[in-house]
Antibody, heavy 121, light 110 residues
């Protein structure tokens, strides 16, 4: 069964940094683009970033440009999201999601269970 | 990139059909047949139920269907069942090579 397992969420003070991880299993990881989607408490879904299967192309929402860095290690079937200069408004559940192709970013067919990031002093 | 516009809530009785709209612009919904719909139950991860406007992933009930006209996409659920009560989100690829979601619609089965 295809699975995604996020980790790394924590309570962090404003201005701090965090690296989220997403371990994938049961599919050829390098063949698919991967994404991060977040959901603030009681709010809707917000696309954050996508990386192509090879890692050669990355895409970011305007809200993520400059502070967020998406990366992947295909040898470990793991996706990462580095978040710097955390803000209160970054508080959310962060979901890892698999795309339907190596370069496509438009459809997310498998989701992890999410990891909670709380930014508060 | 502004979020796609969805009604905040819709409701229907068991057995009935409901439709949820998703309105974007000529830079997203109107230009690409890359609209997806996701179902999310409370405390759970989203689940893909429609992709590329009207395609259903394997295992998704044929009670779910999607369509698009101009800048507006729609999700129709026929034969409403209690387990359909959830939040529904649309998304679209955009001309900026990004993805934009709708604000979400809460479906209540009366």
């Amino acid at each position: 069964e295809v699975q995604l397992l996020e980790s790394g969420g924590d309570l962090v003070q404003p201005g701090g940094s965090l690296r989220l991880s997403c371990a994938a299993s049961a599919f050829t990881f390098s063949s698919y683009a991967m994404s991060w989607v977040r959901q603030a408490p009681g709010r809707g879904l917000e696309w954050v970033s996508t990386i192509s299967g090879s890692g050669g192309s990355t895409y970011y929402a305007d809200s993520a440009k400059g502070r967020f860095t998406i990366s992947r290690d295909n040898s470990k079937s793991t996706l990462y999201l580095q978040i710097n200069s955390l803000r209160v408004e970054d508080t959310a559940v962060y979901y890892c999601a698999k795309s339907v192709g190596a370069t496509t970013i438009r459809t997310f067919d498998v989701w992890g269970q999410g990891t909670m990031v709380t930014v508060s002093s | 990139q502004s979020a796609l516009t969805q009604p905040a809530s819709v409701s229907g009785s068991p057995g009935q059909s409901i439709t949820i709209s998703c309105t974007g612009t000529s830079s997203d919904v109107g230009s690409y047949n890359y609209v997806s719909w996701y179902q999310q139950h409370p405390g759970k991860a989203p689940k893909l139920i429609i992709y590329d406007v009207s395609n259903r992933p394997s295992g998704v009930s044929n009670r779910f269907s999607g369509s698009k006209s101009g800048n507006t996409a729609s999700l129709t659920i026929s034969g409403l069942q209690a387990e359909d009560e959830a939040d529904y989100y649309c998304s679209s690829f955009t001309s900026s090579s990004t993805v934009v979601f709708g604000g979400g619609t809460k479906l209540t089965v009366l």
